[in-house]
């Protein structure tokens, strides 16, 4: 058998019509929220000079621009803005330190091999760019990117014989990634917690 319900009547409670300062500070600041959160003008910068390239590179591929020959324009810009194991032979070989050659390493991260490659790089660059630039600042963001991308081409070069382009932001990305995990690693040690879970 079923205990009986303890059945208490409803209560009238006095509900404060007027809104509160609390509610009313955020309904004012809902209209004045960005959809975004504000990105640092480098990151910016490099997000639209990756996404402008490859919207140049997929409409021409698609027929939209340039004609048939505009079909050809991604294998053109990789064979020559792609990095190249054998350009570091090259211009050691030939000890040409001005070489036009040498541009490979700083232009291979402005050409990728699709549209999905693209994404996925700009997606990394916004996100750790963001994080990056706030702390560090604009040059600081441009300089680790770059400086990465160096080092990806130079290791690139020294650590295989392949003789396949290197192309794609991710050595950026990556070296985005190596400055966050320090801004951890510092801020958990002034925190007094375990660095080693950046």
């Known amino acids: 058998m079923m205990a009986p319900l303890d059945y208490q009547p409803a209560r009238a409670y006095r509900v404060d019509q007027s809104p509160s300062r609390k509610a009313s500070k955020m309904s004012s600041d809902d209209h004045t929220q960005p959809l975004f959160n504000a990105l640092p003008p480098a990151v910016v910068a490099l ?54 050659e040498l541009k490979r390493f700083v232009t291979y991260p402005f050409v990728h091999l699709s549209f999905t490659h693209v994404i996925f790089v700009i997606v990394f660059l916004l996100a750790l760019g963001k994080l990056v630039g706030e702390v560090f600042g604009n040059l600081a963001v441009l300089v680790v990117f770059f400086t990465s991308t160096i080092f990806g081409a130079l290791i690139y070069a020294g650590l295989t014989a392949d003789t396949r382009p290197l192309v794609g932001g991710y050595p950026g990305a990556y070296g985005l990634i190596g400055a966050y995990t320090f801004l951890l690693w510092v801020s958990y040690g002034a925190a007094g917690e375990n660095q080693y879970r950046a």
Request: glycine share 12%; proline share 4%; no cysteine.
């Open 47 to 100: 997000a639209l000079a990756i996404f402008g390239v490859e919207l140049v590179l997929s409409a021409g591929a698609r027929g939209y621009v340039g004609g048939p020959e505009a079909v050809g324009w991604r294998l053109e810009a990789i064979r020559e803005f792609a990095f190249f194991g054998q350009v570091v032979d090259f211009v050691v070989q030939r000890q040409d330190w001005a070489s036009p």
